[in-house]
């Protein structure tokens, strides 16, 4: 049985890497595995140590000063050294980069809420002043519905604006997800442990210190009651509600398991074999003339549940056969999905390692 060896590509204030760490360990009959801090002054030496077969990726969505070392840094890794990374160089950088978000989908022709960058505070003054209400005012980096302001009035829309460029920046929630399942187990074990501790409220503090001031990014307000969740990993495909409570959906953990339509995979699959995206999740709204309009995509999302859909009440993934998409039952989202990504990486290495065999056959003939 053939055998990789990865790089798990951390940084120093997100312990989410552990997740790709546990189903390498899930998978060490065939995986062996070193994990290398990717903020360090050595990841160059580091990530090149070893020959890597490939790089297991965990992009931050802390601060944007994060976000584009992580960008830059696999960039280099991946582009210029060629090793391959999982998720994709295009998925990483269009994750927690709202604005860049919004041109790539501009750029691709996909239908999504109309959404304006600026960068001049008499334009964005200008908009905020005249633009239909409510509207979206988003920051570029933040998940699970943080540094989202829904606008209701001309004033609020105003100094929304009035706050960025003046250096302030926009209001922004940070610290423990109080919605989040597990909380009282997750904050005990963080008291047992000091060090796991002592890293998360670091993390809080940098997330703190993340202001968005040179730029706004707002975003036409759809009324929605859910907005679908489809997630797509390799050739399985799933989705679910993400249900709205007071104006949001993201980072609410209400999910409704009903079975989805399967128009809604039609309209995944076209966008993510646009570019061979293979670990991601979009987040879709129906739109007042019924079409659907992508509000988010990303390469690494939480899953709260064991599930990411439920079919008839039972768990399982849709894939794609013969032009028509069968249901098939199973527990196929275990370990939050990341053994279904190591799985489907592990195949494309595989299928590569064929194809360059074949090249050397042919060329020693």
Known sequence: MEKFLFAILRTEFDDDYLKWENVCRERQDRVDWDVIDITRTDWLECATARPYDGLLAMPPGITSALKTMYDERVYILHTVLGLPVYPSMEEIQIYENKKYLSYWLAANGIPH????????RNEALEFAASTPLPVVGKMSVGASGRGVSILKTREDAVQYVKDIFSGKGPARSTGPNWKKKGLLKRAIRKLLKPAELKGKLEQYRTQRS????EFAIFQEFIPHDFEWRVVRIGDSFFAHKKIVRGDKASGTLLKGYENPPLELFDFVKKITDLKDFWSQSVDIFIGPDGRYLVNEMQCTFGQSDPYQMLVDGRPGRY???????VFEPGDFNRFASFLLRLDHFMEILGENRAIAADHLAMAGK
């Open 210 to 213: 993340e202001l968005q001031r």
């Open 319 to 325: 894939r794609m056969q013969a032009g028509e998409w």
């Open 113 to 120: 809420p109309d959404t304006k960058v600026f960068y001049n």
